[in-house]
């Protein structure tokens, strides 16, 4: 089935203590991403990648990393969480070089406290 | 850079009646405009999109309308049912930038 696999789906953590959110895509996409979404704030982009080894800054990249070692996996870090990211993650891929017709993961719902 | 703003932020409609969201966007450039939609726990899904060569486009009861000169575009649900009750996100693609910027969201309730 094809999909975009994210783990895990609720995550309570510390202050502080570095995690990271896997997102993996079976459907050979070029373009992956992540976002957050908060209340009354819609989606928000994170980071971006058009392709293994690349990728870009998106509208709130403070406190996170990505990496896009290979094409299928594109995994976020928090080095040192804060209670203000606590949020809900998704992250998405699409076939073609750019965020047309995404499909979704089914999102990680992270606390910080 | 781009800014979309979603209006209302709430609608209540009858069921068998119609829907409209509107959207604005910030920038001429723009070139695609999607939809999602968000059911209660559940990941966005695209329900519709068009781009900016395009000035409507239908799918069975749901449309997209795009006014380039004004910088908006709407969504119209027609003859509502209970399962289109959701959150519903449009968003913009600023041409060449690879990055999809969200409206706050939608949250549509269909009353029996």
């Known amino acids: 089935e094809a999909q975009v696999t994210q783990n895990p789906r609720y995550l309570i953590t510390v202050t502080g203590k570095k995690l990271t959110v896997t997102c993996s895509q079976n459907m050979n996409h070029e373009y992956m991403s992540w976002y957050r979404q908060d209340p009354g704030l819609g989606l928000r982009q994170i980071y971006y990648?058009?392709?293994?080894?690349?990728?870009d800054k998106g509208d709130v990249p403070e406190g996170y990393k990505v990496s896009r070692k290979e094409k299928r996996n594109f995994p976020l870090i928090l080095e040192s969480p804060s209670p203000n990211q606590t949020s809900l993650y998704f992250c998405a891929s699409s076939l073609s070089r750019g965020p047309y017709g995404y499909t979704f993961g089914s999102g990680t719902r992270l606390t910080v406290v | 850079g781009e800014n979309v703003e979603q209006h209302p932020s709430t609608l209540s409609v009858q069921e068998g009646d119609s829907a409209v969201i509107k959207c604005t966007y910030s920038?001429?450039?723009?070139?695609?405009f999607p939809w999602y939609k968000q059911e209660l726990g559940k990941r966005p899904q695209l329900i519709i999109d068009?781009?900016?060569?395009?000035g409507e486009k239908k799918d069975q009861r749901i449309a997209v309308t795009l006014n380039k000169t004004a910088k908006h575009f709407s969504l119209h649900i027609t003859e509502t049912q209970p399962e289109d009750s959701a959150v519903y996100f449009c968003a913009a693609e600023l041409q060449g930038a690879q990055k999809l910027v969200f409206g706050q969201g939608t949250r549509l309730t269909i009353n029996p």
């Open positions: 920038d001429s450039a723009s070139n695609y």
């Open positions: 990648s058009m392709n293994v080894e690349v990728t």
């Open positions: 068009i781009r900016s060569n395009v």
